[in-house]
């Protein structure tokens, strides 16, 4: 896989080496995915370039004022990855939650991930976390607005990433996505990239 900047010139050039093992070997729509990150770096490598070369810093916002130059960047890269899955979770309405909703009781993994997406927008308390028929009154329209409005790195945002990573229990993309629905592995998504740029965050402070 190569990738190339603006003008087409390469950048650098990827070669996956999975061995003897052909289940490894990655799918169509999972080399896009691998292809779609890649060009969000080069993007953000760009305009690193672009400062280097005018000596002129140029800040998408006043929290990037605060950082130093890696985080910065990395941090622009995680919001990239953060932004486009809103584009996507755009096109999820009340109707994509009905699935879920209609559960009398969900699959471990559906419920794992719901519980841990109410607790970071702090929709429902820990003892509400047990009570699947409270949960559930909260999958309608005013969640998908918090979820698309959520910025990770507000002042009034409190989110503690250790509680939420303590609930997810190592729980990975691969099991969310065989063992849930498109919309559970969507808000799965949402969480990881969230953790993220907090992570980041966390980092400057």
Not at 66 to 82: K, N, S, V
Not at 161 to 174: E, P, S, V
Not at 175 to 203: F, N
Request: charged fraction near 30%.
């Amino acid at each position: 896989m190569r990738v190339d900047d603006k003008q087409g010139v390469p950048i650098f050039v990827i070669d996956l080496d999975t061995g003897k093992d052909k289940s490894h070997i990655l799918k169509a729509a999972q080399i896009k995915s691998v292809r779609n990150l890649f060009n969000k770096l080069v993007l953000v490598f760009d305009q690193l370039l672009e400062e280097v070369e005018s000596d002129e810093k140029k800040y998408n916002s006043d929290w990037e004022k605060t950082l130093p130059d890696d985080l910065r960047f990395a941090l622009r890269f995680e919001r990239m990855i953060l932004e486009d899955l809103k584009r996507r979770m755009s096109n999820m309405d009340v109707g994509a939650l009905s699935e879920i909703k209609s559960y009398n009781e969900p699959p471990p993994i559906i419920a794992t991930v719901i519980q841990v997406v109410m607790l970071m927008l702090s929709i429902c308390s820990e003892e509400e976390l047990q009570e699947w028929t409270k949960i559930k009154t909260h999958l309608n329209s005013e969640l998908l607005k918090r979820l698309a409005q959520f910025d990770p790195l507000g002042k009034d945002v409190k989110v503690d990433i250790h509680k939420a990573n303590d609930r997810l229990k190592g729980l990975t993309a691969t099991e969310v996505k065989k063992g849930g629905s498109m919309p559970t592995y969507l808000l799965y998504q949402w969480i990881i990239d969230v953790i993220s740029i907090i992570r980041v965050g966390e980092a400057t402070r």
